[in-house]
T-cell receptor, first 109, second 115 residues
Framework: LAKTTQPISMDSYEGQEVNITCSHN???????ITWYQQFPSQGPRFIIQ???TKVTNEVASLFIPADRKSSTLSLPRVSLSDTAVYYC??????????FGPGTRLSVLP | EAGVAQSPRYKIIEKRQSVAFWCNPI?????LYWYQQILGQGPKLLIQ????????DSQLPKDRFSAERLKGVDSTLKIQPAKLEDSAVYLC?????????????FGEGSWLTVV
């Protein structure tokens, strides 16, 4: 199972774009990259998933370079409600995800 | 579509007592997971089921934890006897197991405090 590395914490201000980068140097050919968001007292919530290039949904964008050894989650115009822990995970269907400590994002007014 | 349901939401017990948590996964999801999340850490897998068979239980403390998934749907996680260090959130999750990507859907969790 690929291991990921991401910053422990980040601070931002409301209205700014936030980019969280994750390293996964030993990602396997079949692995997808998935990001989760977790608020206090709740289970992790799926945000976005991708295999290569760029994926965008109503919540975020995911940028994956050609070598797939890293990925960047982009949150446009964050608000206070985006304060949460964000997890970067890699794996393919049927696998268990190995969670690290994630990135604790604090959005300030 | 209904999400992953868990109960109870909160439980406080004394050490050496027993506790059981129940999970109902998303309809049609063959894979079910139980994770333990200690405050300030990421979730850690305890056990993974594929239908009603165990895929991975390597991190399940089998001297005190047990889990079953009868009929390949609902699942129960039991702790007996509980220790102080079992205080954590127990997250149930499920996935369809059909690729190509892997999307796991989590419940809200069952909070356990052992005193």
């Amino acid at each position: 199972l690929a291991k990921t590395t991401q910053p422990i914490s980040m601070d931002s201000y409301e209205g700014q774009e936030v980019n969280i980068t994750c390293s996964h140097n030993n990602i396997a050919t079949n692995d997808y990259i998935t990001w989760y968001q977790q608020f206090p007292s709740q289970g992790p919530r799926f945000i976005i998933q991708g295999y290569k290039t760029k994926v965008t949904n109503e919540v975020a964008s995911l940028f994956i370079p050609a070598d797939r050894k890293s990925s960047t989650l982009s949150l446009p115009r964050v608000s206070l409600s985006d304060t949460a822990v964000y997890y970067c995970l890699v794996g393919y269907y049927g696998q268990n995800f190995v969670f690290g400590p994630g990135t604790r994002l604090s959005v300030l007014p | 579509e209904a999400g992953v349901a868990q109960s109870p939401r909160y439980k406080i017990i004394e050490k050496r007592q027993s506790v059981a948590f129940w999970c109902n996964p998303i309809s049609g999801h063959a894979t079910l997971y139980w994770y333990q999340q200690i405050l300030g850490q990421g979730p850690k897998l305890l056990i993974q089921f594929q239908n009603n068979g165990v895929v991975d239980d390597s991190q399940l403390p089998k001297d005190r934890f047990s889990a079953e998934r009868l009929k390949g749907v609902d699942s129960t996680l039991k702790i007996q006897p509980a220790k102080l260090e079992d205080s954590a959130v127990y997250l149930c999750a499920s996935s369809s197991g059909r690729g190509p990507g892997n999307t796991i859907y989590f419940g809200e969790g069952s909070w356990l405090t052992v005193v």
